[in-house]
Each structure stands twice: as C-alpha cells, then as structure tokens.
C-alpha cells in the first residue's frame, strides 16, 4: 500500500497536529516545510496556548538569531514576537504564559487584554508599580479566566483580586509570591470567597493569616503553602484544613532561615534579595 505524503495530509489534521507543537517551531521550522505546512501553521487554532516561558528572547540567542534571519528582521524583542502571535491567534487564544525572565511591560498587557478575551488560564512575570494599573484594565475584559499565577505579589492585590471577583465568574485558581500580610488574606476572603485552588508557596505567611483563609475560603480543595516562613502545620492547623482535600504544606517554618528575617513587604526588597530567598527556600525543598 502507497504511503501518504505529509504535505497531501488533510488541512484539519495538519492544524491538529502543529497545535502541539511549541511556538518557535511552529514560527520558524514547520512554515518553511511546504505551502500546505505554512498554511496550517497561521492557523488560529495552532496559537490557544501561547506559552513563552521555555524560549529564549536574548537578541544573541540561537532561537532569536534564526526568527531574525528567517523574517528578515533587523531586531528581535518579545513585544514584537507577542504582537505576531496573538495576530496569528485571531482571539483564539485561552491559555497564556509569560517567560518569567522577561516583565510584561504596559504595552504587553494592553494587547493581551484586547487580543485574548477569551483568555482562561493566564501565568505573569513580575509586574513593575507602574504598570500594575493596566493589568487592573486588562482584568475588566477576561470575563473567560479561571486560573492566574503570578511571579510576585502586586501592591495593588487587593483591587486585583476585587476586579477578579466582580468580572470574572468562572475563576477558581490563584497562585502568588511574596509577603502575605492579614490585609492580603482579607482581600482574598472578601473577593473570592468560592476560590477551589490556592498556591502561596515559598511566601511570607503568617500562621492566623492561613488560619482565616483557610476558614474564609470554605470551597478550597487544595491548597499549596510549601516552603513558606511563619508557621508550621501543627496538629491543630491540620485539623482546620482537614476539609481540604489537598494540603501541601511541606517545609513550612516560623523562623526564617533565609535570613529574610524583615521582609515587611516584597516590593522594599531588590530582586536580588528576592531571588536569594527562593533560591534558598527552593533548596530546602530539594533536601
């Protein structure tokens, strides 16, 4: 029997089977194969899931150098690589991951907030003071979003996550880094209430401040504080989160061993006080 070309494959199949494929192939190999490849490569089905996190934006590296001569462009940056492939994912696109070595820049959540309206799942870098009133904008208009992580704790965490409750009806998963003092863990409790997962590992996070999210958010079914410095999961707490059906609570400590031992507020230490601490933090969960 007479194999199948690739190229004579069916137009659907093509597109089904470069939907899996990460986005620098799918920008810089597979388009360069035949007309029919290039053509199931635009299309918007091929870019639902725009994940960013494993390439590198590094004018000088191997995937910037090839986008650069293969485009015949006389420079690369992550805003110009956002704009093209949010244009090729026509409003399609659901799931979206930021590379946490590169902050997301005005610009950059303006345009995801125009171009992903129906974005659900939604994983940010570390955004800068100025920057944080666009991402409360962007917010109004994924009324689709169910799950955000961010790299670090926003000074505007409180009107996120009220905006959060007041747009966004299907959300049920929010992970953060950095200082949750009680006000934080109020607002989390005051806005959303029906949160089902939450991720505070490697935080600075008290032991009566778990204790009222753990008793505010009643839906919880799992809840991540790993690594964190403030408490430690006594038989007491264990037993106020005894509802949830996942705990993970592992290395958890009151002391800071991290000789962190003033962070009142991520945003008054340097990142590099802050990359020191999840480094050190991230090496205790190793061992």
């Known amino acids: 029997m007479e194999l199948g070309r690739w190229e004579g494959?069916?137009?659907?199949?093509?597109?089904?089977?470069?939907?899996?494929?990460?986005?620098?192939?799918?920008?810089?190999?597979?388009?360069?194969?035949?007309?029919?490849?290039?053509?199931?490569?635009?299309?918007?089905?091929?870019?639902?899931?725009?994940?960013?996190?494993?390439?590198?934006?590094?004018?000088?590296?191997?995937?910037?150098?090839?986008?650069?001569?293969?485009?015949?462009?006389?420079?690369?940056?992550f805003s110009d690589f956002l704009k093209l492939a949010m244009a090729r994912a026509r409003g399609a696109a659901v799931d979206l991951r930021f590379n946490s070595l590169f902050s997301a820049s005005n610009?950059?959540?303006?345009?995801?907030?125009?171009?992903?309206?129906?974005?659900?799942?939604?994983?940010?870098?570390?955004?800068?003071?100025?920057?944080?009133?666009?991402?409360?904008?962007?917010?109004?208009?994924?009324?689709?979003?169910?799950?955000?992580?961010?790299?670090?704790?926003p000074s505007v965490l409180h009107e996120m996550v009220k905006q959060i409750g007041l747009h966004c009806n299907k959300f049920q998963g929010l992970k953060l880094r950095g200082c949750i003092k009680?006000?934080?863990?109020?607002?989390?409790?005051?806005?959303?209430?029906?949160l089902k997962w939450l991720d505070l590992s490697c935080c600075r996070l008290g032991r009566e401040d778990l204790l009222a999210i753990i008793d505010g958010c009643r839906?919880?079914?799992?809840?991540?504080?790993?690594?964190?410095?403030?408490?430690?999961?006594?038989?007491?707490?264990?037993?106020?989160?005894?509802?949830?059906?996942?705990?993970?609570?592992?290395?958890?400590?009151?002391?800071?061993?991290?000789e962190l031992d003033e962070l009142e507020d991520d945003r008054n230490v340097s990142l590099e006080q802050m990359l020191m601490y999840y480094d050190d933090c991230y090496a205790m969960w190793l061992f």
């Open 9 to 77: 494959m069916q137009m659907d199949c093509l597109v089904s089977i470069f939907s899996k494929l990460g986005l620098d192939d799918l920008t810089t190999a597979v388009p360069l194969v035949c007309k029919s490849w290039n053509q199931a490569s635009v299309d918007p089905l091929c870019y639902r899931i725009l994940d960013f996190r494993h390439l590198d934006f590094n004018p000088s590296s191997p995937f910037a150098s090839r986008f650069a001569f293969e485009f015949s462009v006389p420079r690369f940056s």
């Open 182 to 194: 009680k006000e934080d863990a109020a607002a989390i409790i005051g806005s959303l209430p029906k």
């Open 107 to 153: 610009q950059d959540l303006s345009l995801a907030s125009d171009e992903c309206s129906k974005l659900k799942n939604l994983i940010l870098p570390r955004i800068e003071s100025e920057d944080e009133e666009q991402l409360l904008k962007a917010i109004s208009n994924w009324k689709e979003l169910e799950v955000l992580e961010m790299e670090s704790k």
């Open 219 to 258: 839906d919880l079914n799992r809840l991540s504080v790993r690594d964190c410095i403030g408490f430690e999961a006594d038989d007491e707490l264990k037993r106020r989160a005894s509802g949830i059906v996942v705990f993970e609570h592992e290395g958890s400590m009151i002391e800071d061993e991290c």
